[in-house]
């Protein structure tokens, strides 16, 4: 969302818009992701693991922002493969509705 409000302030309204419904595909991804945890009677961690990496230019953002996104694909990937070896077919449906929009925003 920060990169989408750096783009609005530079006047980039095309650039913030596409960047601002990616975040909040994202903001959905993780409401999605902390319901299947509670259902499954977990405690879901929101600490922010991962350091956020603010550019400078749009070149940056964009790159950052890819480079989020790969790792995004790679993560899914594996938990679908978790999620199948532990035969828990509604986390694998729901982490692959997740992935394909992951992969929209690489494209």
Partial sequence: MVHSEICANWRY???????????????????????????????????????????????????????????GLIAYNAAIKLAHEETDEGSVDLLTKILKMEEGHVD
């Fill in 13 to 71: 309204g095309k650039l913030h818009m596409a960047i601002r419904k990616q975040a909040l595909d994202e903001m959905h991804h993780t409401e999605w992701l902390i319901q299947r945890i509670i259902f499954l009677d977990g405690f879901p961690d929101v600490s922010m693991p991962n350091p956020m990496k603010i550019g400078k230019a749009v070149s940056e953002i964009v790159r950052n922002d890819q480079d989020a996104e790969l790792k």
